[in-house]
């Protein structure tokens, strides 16, 4: 079945970066559109960021743009999330979505924090 694993969450200083990983299993991960998604306590499910299969188009929530980047590595199955200059408000669970498969994974924590 559809696997999908993230990891590189952690407590971070405001400022700084995290690349968030997920490395997906069961099927074919080149042939998939993708999607990073947060929620905050709280708060509703966030979508952050998308890329298509071949990862030539991204897109990105207004509230990350030009701070985050979205990629993927179809060679090794796994999508990134780089996440630069990291605010209080970035603090936020971080799941990893094929949404035409309505897959989703555990999610890591990102803790931004002083």
């Known amino acids: 079945q559809v696997q999908l694993v993230e990891s590189g969450g952690g407590l971070v200083q405001p400022g700084g970066s995290l690349r968030l990983s997920c490395v997906g299993s069961?099927?074919?991960?080149?042939?998939?559109?993708m999607r990073w998604y947060r929620q905050a306590p709280g708060k509703e499910r966030e979508l952050v960021a998308t890329?298509?299969?071949?990862?030539?188009?991204?897109t990105f929530a207004d509230s990350v743009k030009g701070r985050f980047t979205i990629s993927r590595d179809n060679a090794k199955n796994t999508m990134y999330l780089q996440m630069n200059s990291l605010k209080f408000e970035d603090t936020a669970v971080y799941y990893c979505?094929?949404?035409?498969?309505?897959?989703w994974g555990q999610g890591t924590q990102v803790t931004v924090s002083s």
């Open positions: 890329i298509t299969t071949a990862g030539n188009s991204r």
């Open positions: 979505n094929v949404p035409s498969r309505n897959a």
């Open positions: 069961g099927f074919t991960f080149s042939d998939y559109n």
